[in-house]
T-cell receptor, first 112, second 114 residues
């Protein structure tokens, strides 16, 4: 089955530690996205990538980093510089010529 | 800049009590609208794409409609399993080049009481 996988589903970290969230897709989509979702705030774009080895900052990129070394993979690192990292993180992908996004199941990160 | 506003923020219905959710948008040229369903702790699940004013789509108890300024998601005789957050979104302008951003509303949280 084609789709997007995110791992792990739940992630716990101590403040000051970097953590990497995984996102893999087998839909052969060109574009991939990372969103953060907080209660009452909807989806906010962190980073996006339209092709391999290229990515752009979204609306709230500070404290985050990404890489896109393979078409299938778009990992997100939440660094210690992110002031409020506890949130639900969603990965999505889209065919470059299309409009609809496909979402993964999400990773809930808790930093204490 | 594209803007999407959903109302109400939350809606509580008795089982069988029909209602509608609203999504109003301001975009540079209508290029369709998406509806998603999101269950707690899960990623959004695609429901519908509407491309032009006057278009309607149905799926079980859900019916989505589109005008030039807003979209409605009508829920007929809802059941408890319809409880979820419903998101609408406007797709990117593919002719704009560069950053292809999907603009999401903040969602309507629907609770259907047995």
């Amino acid at each position: 089955d084609g789709g997007i996988t995110q791992s792990p589903k739940y992630l716990f970290r101590k403040e000051g530690q970097n953590v990497t969230l995984s996102c893999e897709q087998n839909l052969n989509h060109d574009a991939m996205y990372w969103y953060r979702q907080d209660p009452g705030q909807g989806l906010r774009l962190i980073y996006y990538s339209q092709i391999v080895n290229d990515f752009q900052k979204g609306d709230i990129a500070e404290g985050y980093s990404v890489s896109r070394e393979k078409k299938e993979s778009f990992p997100l690192t939440v660094t210690s510089a992110q002031k409020n990292p506890t949130a639900f993180y969603l990965c999505a992908s889209k065919d470059f010529g299309g409009t609809r996004q496909y979402f993964g199941p999400g990773t809930r990160l808790t930093v204490t | 800049e594209d803007q999407v506003t959903q109302s109400p923020e939350a809606l509580r219905l008795q089982e069988g009590e029909s209602s509608s959710l609203n999504c109003s948008y301001t975009v540079s040229g209508l290029r369709g609208l998406f509806w998603y369903r999101q269950d707690p702790g899960k990623g959004p699940e695609f429901l519908f794409t509407l491309y032009s004013a006057g278009e309607e789509k149905e799926k079980e108890r859900l019916k989505a409609t589109l005008t030039k300024k807003e979209s409605f998601l009508h829920i007929t005789a809802p059941k408890p399993e319809d409880s979820a957050t419903y998101l609408c979104a406007v797709p990117p302008d593919l002719n704009s080049g560069g950053y292809q951003k999907v603009t999401f509303g903040t969602g309507t949280k629907l609770q259907v009481i047995p």
